[in-house]
């Protein structure tokens, strides 16, 4: 059964440049292909989410953007109280003198579900495509001890969308060059399937984070993965030229 990806890239120029690679190169094209493949992959994990689209940013700074990004949810949607088990009142219907007074409380909480009201609208930010998440006008006084622990469950997802190419990455040997919150990430939803048939060489990468689909420009970034492929092989084709002149002259 073919593994079919939820998007296909347009990526006619980039059979062509691979077409004159492969030309110039010494390696068959089965050979090319899986390199190519495996090298895309490592871009694609270094443009997911929470690393930037680009180059050069390296994974502990992605990790710690993507950290930085649930705090600055967190401390936009709740405002963290250090929350006690009871109160004192000491006025009551606007006086003083009442006798009891100060009486001692139950104190409740007004949104204890601190979790629920999180993955609510964790969830509609998803569906939205958006990055970030859409707030209340206010924030929403909560149990700072519930917030810390809802920071520190959610931080260590941190990778779990990049984690999708994991499965693709090992099964093309790019385990070594797989960051390590990213890594950890093993159980994150991907699939590879590589079919070498005469006349058609196939390999499908897919990310399958159910989220995935959700974030906004991921189609872009993994576009720019592959163009990154094409620049590197229309780099080398002068050289494999000059390489193969040299072995015939010889």
Do not use: C
Not at 44 to 70: D, L, M, W, Y
Request: proline letters at 5%.
């Amino acid at each position: 059964m073919e593994l079919e990806p939820d998007f296909v890239l347009d990526a006619g120029w980039f059979e062509k440049t691979f077409a004159r690679f492969a030309a110039v190169s010494t390696k068959s094209v089965e050979e090319l292909l899986k390199d190519q493949a495996r090298l895309f992959v490592i871009d694609a994990i270094r443009v997911t989410p929470p690393f930037h689209q680009g180059v050069g940013q390296n994974a502990t700074t992605a990790k710690k953007a993507g950290e930085k990004s649930i705090s600055a949810n967190l401390n936009r949607l709740f405002m963290g109280k250090d929350l006690v088990g009871s109160r004192r009142i000491t006025h009551l219907f606007g006086r003083t003198d009442m006798p009891g007074l100060p009486y001692i409380v139950p104190a409740k909480e007004r949104f204890p579900d601190v979790q629920g009201i999180y993955d609510e609208e964790k969830e509609k930010a998803r569906l939205r495509a958006q990055r970030g998440m859409r707030f209340w006008q206010k924030q929403i006084p909560v149990s700072r001890v519930k917030a810390r622990r809802i920071y520190r469950a959610e931080v260590k997802k941190v990778g779990w969308l990049a984690g999708g190419w994991n499965t693709a990455a090992m099964a093309l040997g790019a385990g070594s060059k797989i960051p390590a919150f990213v890594r950890r990430h093993a159980s994150a939803p991907g699939q590879v399937q590589i079919d070498f048939k005469p006349h058609r060489l196939r390999i499908v990468l897919v990310n399958q984070v159910k989220y995935a689909d959700h974030v906004g420009g991921l189609q872009k970034r993994a576009g720019f993965a592959l163009r990154k492929r094409a620049d590197a092989m229309t780099l080398q084709i002068p050289r494999l030229i000059r390489a193969a002149e040299r072995e015939l002259r010889n």
